[in-house]
C-alpha cells in the first residue's frame, strides 16, 4: 500500500519522526473531547511551526529570527489564553494554558519559556491587576504577539530572597524614579512591555514593594548583556538596568506598596502553568526514545526488547503520567476558582524534579548516542533542569509547602 | 452557492500499519486515526472559496462509524457550518460511496462538490470520479489550482497530470478533487473549535438516502508486498542479458 504526504509533512524527518509516535500518550482521562482537539491542534501547530527552529534556536543561543513566532502564535489564539475577549484573548482557564504550554514546550523548550514568561508572567499579570486604561492600552498588541512581554522580580542579590530586592522607586512628582538591576529576566532583551517589581519603600520589607509596567524605550531603562545559560538557550535572558527611569504614575499595577501580593500570588499561578513545561519535556524524551529503542539493535534483537530499557522507559512514562495528572487536575481546581498555593507549587517540584531524571534516562536508552549533541536528547535535559530553578527553586517551593501544611489547622 | 465537501476519516499517515494476522484488512485497533490529508486539503480550498465570497456554506460530510463525528469536528472547527454523518459500520467501496453522495447531493443541491483526490487507506482514486458520472456532472481531478468565475457559473482547474499541468474550464456544478500542491490547510484554532461545538451534525443512514448498498466487489485478502530481496551480483554482461531474457523477460 502506497503511503501519500500530505503537505506538512515534507518539512522534513525529524517533524516526522517526532509525530509518528504521538499516539495514545496522552490521557484522554484528564481532558474532554474540545480540550482534546485543542491539544491535538496545537500539537500540529507546535510541530509544524516550531519544532523545526528547535535545534538551531539551542545552537545559535537566539530566538529564531527568520520567522516571527510571536506573531504566528497569536495568530493561533495562544497569547491570550487567560485573557478577557474584549482585548483580544479567549478567556478561557488554565487548563487550556497548560495544555497550549505542554504542546509547545514538547516542540521547544526555548520558545516554550519565552511564551510562557509572555503569555503568563506579563499577559496574565495585566489581565489580573491591571486596571481597565492599562489593559487597554498594553493587552492587545501583546496577545496579538506584536509586542514581547517579560516580568522582572530577581536581582543578582535577590533571587529565592526576592523581598530582599534593592531596586529603588522613589516617589516624584507625577510618577516614580527607578534605580537598579533585574537579573535573569526572560524576553528582557525584546520586550516591549515588562512587569517590574522595586521598593518603594526600603523600610517596610516586603510591604514596600510595588509592582511597575515599564516600556521599552523608556528614558533610563536599558538592558544588559544577553545571558549565556546551560539551557534553554534562544530563550533570550538579560540583565535589565534602570538609571534614574522616570515612571509615569499611572504605570502602577494595583496600588503602591501591594505589589508582594501581586508577586506572590502571581507566582502561584506561574509555578501552574510553567508546571506544563517539564511535562512537554518529558513527552519530548519519549517521542525521542520510543522509536529509538524499537530501531536499535544489539544482540540481534531491539533493545526495546531488552529488560532494562523496558523498565527505563516505564519509569519515564509513569513519571509522565502522574505528573501530568496532577497538573491538569490542579489546573482544573484553579478555573474553578480553587487556588491552593501549595498545589501550585506541588505541581511544578513534582514535574520539574521528574523531567531532569526523565531527560537522564532518555540519554541512557540512546547510549553512547544520547551523549551526542546530534541527538535531541542532550538539549531536553539541559532544559529540563531550568525548571528546578525558574519561579521558584525547588527548595522554595518545598518550604511553600512545607510551611503550608504546618500552618493548616 | 453551497458547497459539500466529502471527508474521509482513514489511519493517520504517520502509523505504522500492520495487516490482521486473517489477512481480512489492515489492524485498526488502538491506531490513530485521522481526516484524510487530501480530504484535508478539499475542505480547506472549500473554506476559501467561501471566504472570498463565492459560496455561502460548506457541507461536511462523512460516511462511516460514530467515531466519523470525530472527523467531522475537525472540519467544523476547520471552518465548515455544518455536518452530515451518514453511520454505518459497513465498509464501502468507491462505487457506494459515490452512490451515497451522489443522493445527499440530490437532497443538498451544491454548486461544488469537494473530494479529496484519493484516500491514503486504499488508494482508489475513484470516488470522485464516479460521483460526477453518476450525478452527470463535470469534474475536474487533481486540483493543484482552483479559479471560480461566479458570473459565468465555472471554474477553472489546473489539473496536475503526468505530462505537466492542464487546464480545464468546467460548467458548475462540477465535482473537483484535490491534489497536494493545490493548498496548506489551515490548523483548528481554539476559538473555531469552541464555534464548532454549537454547530449541528445531522445523522442519517443509507436508507434515509434510499441507496442500494450491495457491492459487486469482495475482498479476498489483504497481504504485506513480498520482502524486497537483497540484489544478485553478475559476473559478466552475458549472463546479465541472460537474466533479464530468461528471468525477468523484459528484452
Known amino acids: 500500500m502506497q503511503r501519500f504526504f500530505a503537505a506538512r509533512s515534507i518539512l522534513g524527518n525529524a517533524v516526522k519522526t ?47 529570527k527568520d520567522v516571527n513566532l510571536w506573531k504566528q502564535m497569536g495568530e493561533f489564539n495562544l497569547h491570550g489564553i487567560t485573557a478577557p475577549e474584549e482585548y483580544g484573548g479567549l478567556g478561557l482557564g488554565y487548563l487550556y494554558h497548560c495544555i497550549a504550554m505542554e504542546e509547545i514546550s514538547r516542540a521547544s523548550g526555548s520558545v516554550a519559556l519565552s511564551y510562557g514568561a509572555h503569555s503568563n508572567l506579563c499577559i496574565n499579570q495585566l ?40 531596586c529603588k522607586a522613589d516617589k516624584v512628582d507625577g510618577g516614580y524614579i527607578i534605580n537598579g538591576n533585574k537579573m535573569w ?96 519535556i518529558m513527552q519530548a524524551c519519549l517521542d525521542t526514545v520510543l522509536p529509538y529503542i524499537r530501531q536499535r539493535e544489539q544482540f540481534g534483537r531491539p533493545i526495546g526488547e531488552l529488560q532494562f530499557i523496558q523498565g527505563k522507559v516505564a519509569d519515564m512514562y509513569t513519571a509522565l503520567q502522574s505528573s501530568r495528572s496532577y497538573v491538569y487536575s490542579v489546573a482544573r481546581d484553579c478555573d474553578n476558582g480553587n487556588i491552593d498555593p501549595k498545589d501550585c507549587a506541588g505541581t511544578i517540584l513534582c514535574a520539574a524534579e521528574r523531567a531532569t531524571q526523565v531527560a537522564l534516562q532518555a540519554i541512557q536508552c540512546l547510549g553512547g548516542n544520547g551523549y551526542i549533541n546530534e541527538y535531541a536528547t542532550g538539549r531536553l535535559l539541559r532544559d529540563a533542569k531550568l525548571y528546578e530553578i525558574g519561579a521558584g527553586t525547588s527548595e522554595i517551593r518545598r518550604i511553600v509547602i512545607g510551611r503550608g501544611l504546618f500552618k493548616e489547622q | 452557492m453551497k458547497i459539500l465537501v466529502a471527508v474521509k476519516r482513514v489511519v493517520d499517515y504517520a502509523v505504522k500499519i500492520r495487516v490482521k494476522p486473517d489477512k481480512t484488512g489492515v489492524d485498526t485497533q488502538n491506531v490513530k486515526m485521522s481526516m484524510n490529508p487530501f480530504c484535508e486539503i478539499a475542505l480547506e480550498e472549500a473554506l476559501r472559496i467561501k471566504e472570498a465570497g463565492f459560496a455561502k456554506e460548506v457541507v461536511a460530510v462523512s460516511i462511516g462509524p460514530s467515531q466519523c463525528v470525530d472527523t467531522l469536528r475537525t ?21 457506494t460511496i459515490a452512490k451515497i453522495l451522489k443522493s445527499l447531493a440530490e437532497f443538498e443541491n451544491p454548486g461544488l462538490i469537494f473530494l479529496g483526490k484519493q484516500a491514503i487507506d486504499d488508494d482508489c482514486n475513484q470516488t470522485g470520479q464516479m460521483v460526477a458520472a453518476l450525478l452527470g456532472w463535470p469534474q475536474a481531478t487533481f486540483a493543484s489550482k482552483v479559479v471560480l468565475d461566479k458570473d459565468k457559473h465555472v471554474a477553472t482547474v489546473d489539473r496536475e497530470v503526468d505530462g505537466g499541468l492542464e487546464t480545464l474550464c468546467v460548467d458548475l456544478p462540477a465535482v473537483i478533487t484535490t491534489d497536494l500542491r493545490l493548498n496548506q490547510p489551515r490548523y483548528a484554532s481554539l476559538p473555531n473549535i469552541m464555534k464548532a461545538k454549537s454547530k449541528p451534525i445531522k445523522k442519517m443512514t443509507v436508507q434515509d438516502l434510499k441507496v442500494d448498498v450491495k457491492s459487486d466487489i469482495e475482498i479476498l485478502q489483504v497481504t504485506e508486498p513480498p520482502q524486497r530481496k537483497s540484489g544478485v551480483m553478475v559476473s559478466s554482461v552475458d549472463e546479465l542479458i541472460d537474466k533479464l531474457r530468461n528471468e525477468a523477460h523484459v528484452v
Open chain 1, 18 to 64: 517526532r509525530r509518528s509516535s504521538f499516539s495514545s500518550l496522552s490521557s484522554s482521562l484528564l481532558f474532554d473531547d474540545t480540550q482534546l482537539q485543542f491539544k491535538e491542534s496545537v500539537s500540529k501547530f507546535a510541530q509544524d511551526v516550531i519544532a523545526p527552529h528547535a535545534e538551531r534556536t539551542d545552537k545559535t543561543n537566539s530566538f529564531p
Open chain 1, 127 to 166: 489581565v489580573r491587576n491591571g486596571t481597565t486604561a492599562q489593559k487597554q492600552k498594553y493587552l492587545p498588541k501583546l496577545i496579538s504577539g506584536e509586542h514581547v512581554g517579560a516580568l522582572a522580580m530577581s536581582e543578582p542579590n535577590a533571587g529565592s530572597d526576592v523581598v530582599s530586592m534593592k
Open chain 1, 185 to 280: 529576566c526572560t524576553n528582557g532583551p525584546s520586550a516591549e512591555t515588562l512587569i517590574v517589581y522595586a521598593k518603594t519603600d526600603t523600610k517596610a520589607g516586603s510591604k514596600g514593594i510595588t509592582a511597575f509596567i515599564i516600556e521599552k524605550g523608556m528614558d533610563g531603562f536599558s538592558t544588559a548583556q544577553k545571558l549565556d545559560k546551560l539551557g534553554m538557550r534562544g530563550s533570550d535572558t538579560c540583565e535589565l538596568v534602570f538609571e534614574n527611569c522616570f515612571v509615569p504614575e499611572e504605570n502602577i499595577l494595583d496600588k503602591e506598596g501591594k505589589g508582594v501580593y501581586v508577586l506572590m500570588s502571581g507566582l502561584d499561578l506561574e509555578r501552574l502553568v510553567l508546571a506544563a513545561g517539564p511535562l512537554g
Open chain 2, 75 to 95: 472540519g467544523l472547527a476547520m471552518g465548515a457550518d455544518r455536518g452530515i454523518h451518514v453511520e454505518t459500520n459497513s465498509s464501502f467501496l468507491p462505487l
